[in-house]
């Protein structure tokens, strides 16, 4: 998938692009069809992301409203920071952006200072992502048996005691019990604030006006599914599920990719699932949804 040229002016450009084909989408006779006596459910991650089979089969199943839960940008570092992020011959990467922000930046700077050195990601989507870059040829990689960070955990406590460096966001995961070896070093933020809440319940809201009409679809309808895709989504998911109550179901069915969004959910006295297989998650979790 091409890279657009800033994070920002994509996600503004989604955020747009989204709420302008709700407001102005026709109502054709087709929609009507489309639209009529199904569910709605709600996908916290970009539409473009998705398997296009995934996509399909999701369109074929509900009224399926894409809106990611987040806006992240790549967060400059000065000569010191570069520096010291640069020392480190093992990194641990275990977020998509991360290894966009790591590959477009730090990646060549870092393989000619450590030619041999060690990265440890969550899946084979991130590994191949790597193999694609020549400067990292000769670097060691590693993945877990499973997709997500308590796998990765028992992996790095299987290998020799060297000093690593997490290269991540801007908002510390809960739970994550980090060896004392490992450095935390923020390369992106993830940031979410008034603006983002507004255009979200923007994209909600227009896309369960096109459900309601009386010539669509069932003006009782309702958001009954809903998958999320990291514990920052889901508490973001609840404001925006406490600001339109109309839009959402009282106790939806909710998925999640790994166990610390499912902790997430906990935490508010509800119960997210996630699939058994942790290999290529986010295709698990929406074969989750879609086969129940």
């Known amino acids: 998938m091409e890279q657009p040229e800033t994070d920002r002016v994509a ?43 995934l996509a399909q089969r999701l369109a074929k199943s509900s009224n399926t409203i894409y809106c990611p839960l987040r806006f992240l940008e790549p967060l400059p570092l000065d000569a010191r920071q570069r520096a010291d992020l640069l ?27 450590h030619p041999h050195g060690t990265l440890l990601v969550l899946s084979q989507a991130m590994l191949r992502k790597i193999r694609d870059e020549d400067s990292l040829a000769h670097i060691h990689v590693h993945i877990p048996q499973s997709e997500n960070r308590e796998s990765l955990l028992e992996l790095l406590h299987s290998l020799p005691n060297d000093r690593t460096a997490l290269l991540c966001g801007d908002i510390a995961l809960r739970g994550t019990r980090l060896p004392e070896r490992v450095r935390s070093i923020p390369i992106y933020t993830n940031q979410w604030n008034e603006n983002h809440e507004q255009q979200a319940a923007r994209i909600i809201t227009n896309a369960m006006s096109i459900v309601h009409r009386p010539d669509h679809g069932d003006a009782r309808d309702v958001i009954t599914r809903i998958l999320v895709t990291s514990p920052s989504a ?19 069915e909710l998925f999640a990719l790994g166990p610390s969004t499912a902790q997430e959910a906990r935490i508010h006295a509800e119960t997210a699932k996630t699939p058994a297989d942790h290999r290529d998650v986010l295709r698990k979790t929406i074969e989750l949804m879609l086969d129940r």
């Open 11 to 53: 996600s503004i450009f989604y955020f747009e692009r989204v709420i302008n084909i709700f407001v102005t989408a026709p109502v054709s006779s087709e929609d009507r069809r489309i639209y009529s006596g199904r569910m709605s459910w709600l996908i916290t991650y970009p539409q473009t992301a998705i398997p296009e089979d």
């Open 87 to 113: 020392a480190y011959d093992r990194l641990i990467i275990t977020s998509n952006f991360a290894l966009r922000v790591f590959l477009s930046d730090i990646a060549r700077p870092w393989a000619d200072m």
């Open 234 to 252: 889901y508490r973001r998911l609840w404001r925006l599920r406490e600001r339109l109550p109309e839009c959402f179901s009282d106790r939806p």
